[in-house]
């Protein structure tokens, strides 16, 4: 979630201030991604920290998540939650509507002068953003309602608290297999990338194919040799 953050908020700047992002070099983006990386980690070390045996089973997604049980985080989990999910989704949100506009806009303007967009890096981002925020909102959106909806097996609680959770877990793995396929449509040097490994493996394979009779005549030789000797 942080660097589709950092991969938006940074598409998003260097659209709008060109000149002033053409100076940004490969060590700060690295800097930043070890930031993000390392931020990452606060949330698990203070669930191990408070309580590290407080894990539960839910069955109705039949995964085992962290339980929340102690006093401590009914204060830290609003804030939290906040940080971690509500925030980077409006980040996200604001950073890439713009982003899309820039590219509707410049296609536009390439068209009358006959030109071109290089549209690639910025329609990656774009895709990558929307498929993560149509993947995970459902998910933030239940973790709010839970607060107010009350579970009533009989009315509608009861759906939200199974069919609408069930729903919104198996959409979070969108956004896990997605970014293979965005990028595959939409970068040109990734697709050369992986038609490469493909055709490299393809002749591996062959060549191990190729060398199976080989082995199974030698095998053979040697079979026959040994019952001369025994003879």
């Given at each position: 979630?942080?660097?589709?953050?950092?991969?938006?908020?940074?598409?998003?700047?260097?659209?709008?201030?060109?000149?002033?992002?053409?100076?940004?070099?490969?060590?700060?983006?690295?800097?930043?991604?070890?930031?993000?990386?390392?931020?990452?980690?606060?949330?698990?070390?203070?669930?191990?920290?408070?309580?590290?045996?407080?894990?539960?089973?839910?069955?109705?997604?039949?995964?085992?998540?962290?339980?929340?049980?102690?006093?401590?985080?009914?204060?830290?989990?609003?804030?939290?939650?906040?940080?971690?999910?509500?925030?980077?989704?409006?980040?996200?949100?604001?950073?890439?509507?713009?982003?899309?506009?820039?590219?509707?806009?410049?296609?536009?303007?390439?068209?009358?002068?006959?030109?071109?967009?290089?549209?690639?890096?910025?329609?990656?981002?774009?895709?990558?953003?929307?498929?993560?925020?149509?993947?995970?909102?459902?998910?933030?959106?239940?973790?709010?309602?839970?607060?107010?909806?009350?579970d009533d097996?009989?009315?509608?609680?009861?759906?939200?608290?199974?069919?609408?959770?069930?729903?919104?877990y198996?959409?979070?793995?969108?956004?896990?297999?997605?970014?293979?396929?965005?990028?595959?449509l939409?970068?040109?040097?990734?697709?050369?990338?992986l038609?490469?490994?493909?055709?490299?493996?393809?002749?591996?394979?062959?060549?191990?194919?190729?060398?199976?009779?080989?082995?199974?005549?030698?095998?053979?030789?040697?079979?026959?040799?040994?019952?001369?000797?025994?003879?």
């Amino acid at each position: 979630m942080s660097l589709i953050v950092v991969l938006t908020t940074s598409k998003f700047l260097i659209m709008t201030y060109p000149f002033r992002t053409a100076s940004w070099k490969t060590k700060r983006a690295q800097q930043v991604c070890s930031c993000v990386w390392a931020s990452s980690a606060i949330m698990p070390i203070m669930m191990f920290a408070v309580d590290r045996n407080d894990v539960l089973f839910d069955y109705r997604i039949h995964y085992c998540e962290y339980g929340f049980s102690a006093h401590i985080w009914k204060m830290m989990l609003p804030i939290s939650f906040s940080i971690c999910a509500v925030v980077p989704n409006l980040v996200i949100v604001a950073t890439t509507v713009p982003t899309l506009k820039y590219l509707i806009d410049a296609r536009k303007s390439a068209r009358r002068v006959r030109g071109s967009v290089p549209w690639q890096g910025a329609l990656t981002v774009v895709i990558t953003a929307t498929v993560y925020v149509c993947s995970t909102l459902p998910m933030t959106l239940y973790y709010v309602g839970r607060l107010f909806v009350i579970d009533d097996p009989s009315g509608l609680g009861g759906l939200f608290h199974t069919i609408y959770l069930k729903i919104s877990y198996y959409l979070l793995m969108v956004n896990i297999m997605a970014n293979f396929y965005i990028y595959t449509l939409t970068i040109k040097s990734f697709r050369k990338f992986l038609r490469t490994k493909v055709l490299s493996l393809v002749a591996v394979s062959s060549a191990l194919k190729a060398q199976k009779p080989n082995n199974s005549y030698k095998r053979r030789g040697v079979e026959k040799l040994t019952r001369i000797q025994k003879t």
